[in-house]
C-alpha cells in the first residue's frame, strides 16, 4: 500500500508507462531515466486538461456508479518492484482509468484509446494481476473547461473497453525488470 507521494520519483508509476517504451537514446528518454538515476523528483506538469479531470474524476466515478448500478474500488495504490500504481477505479477485477477530454465520444466510436493511455491500463494490469482494463472517458467542452463545477450529463459518458493480452503484459513486465536492474546498477539502459 502506498501511504504517501514524496517517494514517487523512486518507482516508474501508470502516468511514466508510456516512458519505458521510448527509444533509450531519445533526450525524451535520457532526461527522465537521469532524473530517476539521480533521485530528483520531476518538476509536476500540469495543464487545464489535467487540472478539470483531477476536479471531475470522482464525480464521473459516481455518475458511473450511478449509471451502473455497481460500486467499485477508487483510488486503489500498489507497489510491484520498480512498479508504482494509483488506479481511478477496479471493479470486478477491470482496472479502470478515468479520463475528462474532448476525445471521449471519439475514442467511443473508434472503439480505440491513445496508446500511452493503453500503456498505462497495461502498467496497472501488471501490478495488480489483472487481464481486463478500460478508459472510462467523459466528453468536455469549452464550457465544462471553464467552469468544470457544473453537473455532469450521462450522455457524455463513455466506457472504451481495452483488450490487452497477456503478451503485452510480459512484454511490460520485462522491460520494467530490465529498467529495474539499470538503476539498481546506476546505469543507462542500451537497446537490445
Not at 111 to 119: Q, S, T, W
Not at 152 to 163: A, D, H, T
Amino acid at each position: 500500500m502506498i501511504t504517501t507521494t514524496n517517494d514517487r520519483h523512486k518507482f516508474i508509476g501508470g502516468s511514466e508507462a508510456n516512458m519505458i517504451y521510448l527509444n533509450y537514446k531519445s533526450k525524451t528518454f535520457v532526461k527522465w531515466w537521469s532524473e530517476k538515476l539521480a533521485g530528483v523528483p520531476s518538476e509536476p506538469y500540469n495543464n487545464l486538461s489535467m487540472s478539470v479531470g483531477t476536479i471531475l474524476e470522482h464525480d464521473v466515478v459516481d455518475l458511473y456508479e450511478s449509471v451502473h448500478g455497481v460500486k467499485g474500488i477508487r483510488d486503489k495504490q500498489e507497489i510491484k518492484g520498480i512498479a508504482r500504481a494509483n488506479t481511478d477505479y477496479i471493479i470486478s477485477g477491470k482496472v479502470s482509468d478515468v479520463k475528462v477530454t474532448t476525445k471521449a465520444f471519439e475514442w467511443y466510436l473508434k472503439d480505440k484509446v491513445p496508446l500511452n493511455y493503453k500503456r498505462q491500463l497495461i502498467h496497472y494490469l501488471h501490478v495488480f494481476d489483472y487481464d481486463q482494463a478500460s478508459i472510462i472517458a467523459y466528453q468536455v467542452d469549452d464550457g465544462v473547461m471553464e467552469n468544470p463545477f457544473g453537473e455532469l450529463s450521462q450522455g457524455r459518458l463513455y466506457e472504451i473497453e481495452v483488450p490487452i493480452s497477456a503478451k503485452e503484459i510480459e512484454e511490460h513486465k520485462k522491460k520494467l525488470e530490465y529498467l529495474s536492474f539499470c538503476k539498481e546498477m546506476n546505469i543507462f539502459p542500451e537497446e537490445g
